[in-house]
């Protein structure tokens, strides 16, 4: 049985092979998140203390400052995938839910470069 | 369009280890979401320097921030091990009903035996910082 649409067929046109994008990137991301996730809790769990001296000569450290690089972009990407479908499931007003989706997408890059931005100006040195 | 039933409908199902380990993941996910604006926050005021940073250290040692914390812990331990069982799913592996039982059992005991460690030694940690 094919599933195409009889106007679908005539115009010719078929999947644009992107249909799984979704998905994928949302096990792609947590299984990145798998080892950087582990790494931050053991990480931040081990400093000696959150004094500001102890936490930015922990962030201006290359490993340190790569990984949460990584984790704060890796992390904000696969909460904006979760929380999308969230709001797909849950918000059924069109008008709502699109502006939700707008709201949350918007929110979840803000997050993502303000974190980047606060862990570079440590790591290179120019945090007061 | 016709108006068709979509999933997932919580009120029409009924509740099973199924639906709860399911929703329990999403409703952990979306616990974890809430900790992103927070690690930002305090990110952010590391890199403001020091009197920002004591500033945010005094907000973030609130009450309210405790209990996100714990929040937090547990739908990590919850949200990594359920995570890995559906990593484990997608390569095709334990669906049949009598593994997946029994993976929401291994599920359960070990994200709870991740919560005690993890939580006994945040609250040593805790102990030491404040």
């Not at chain 1, 500001?52 to 290359?62: C, E, G, K, R, T």
């Not at chain 2, 280890?17 to 616990?31: D, E, P, Q």
């Not at chain 2, 500033?55 to 919850?78: D, M, P, T, W």
Request: with cysteine; proline share 3%.
């Amino acid at each position: 049985m094919s599933l195409r649409s009889p106007l679908g067929r005539v115009l010719g046109t078929g999947s644009a092979k992107e249909g799984v994008q979704h998905w994928w990137l949302q096990r792609l991301t947590s299984l990145a998140l798998v080892p950087l996730s582990i790494w931050f809790v053991v990480s931040l769990l081990s400093l000696p203390s959150f004094d500001h001296a102890i936490v930015a000569a922990w962030m201006s450290q290359s490993w340190t400052a790569l990984l949460l690089v990584l984790f704060v972009v890796v992390g904000a990407w696969h909460s904006q995938l979760g929380v999308r479908v969230v709001v797909e499931d849950y918000v059924h007003a069109t008008g709502v839910r699109t502006l939700t989706l707008v709201v949350v997408t918007f929110a979840h890059a803000l997050l993502a470069a303000a974190g980047v931005f606060a862990i570079l100006k440590v790591a290179f040195g120019s945090a007061a | 369009m016709p108006q068709r039933p979509l999933s997932p409908h919580l009120s029409v199902y009924k509740f099973k280890y199924t639906l709860a380990t399911s929703i329990l993941n999403r409703a952990a996910g979306l616990v974890l979401s809430l900790g992103l604006p927070a690690l930002v926050y305090w990110l952010m005021a590391v890199a403001s320097g020091t009197s920002a940073y004591t500033r945010a250290s005094a907000l973030l040692s609130l009450g309210v921030f405790k209990l996100l914390y714990l929040g937090q812990l547990a739908a990590f331990c919850y949200h990594l091990v359920a995570g890995v069982r559906h990593l484990i799913w997608d390569t095709g592996r334990g669906l049949e009903r009598a593994q997946a039982q029994r993976s929401a059992w291994v599920v359960a005991g070990v994200s709870i035996v991740l919560m005690v460690l993890l939580g006994y030694w945040a609250f040593l940690a805790g102990a030491r910082l404040s």
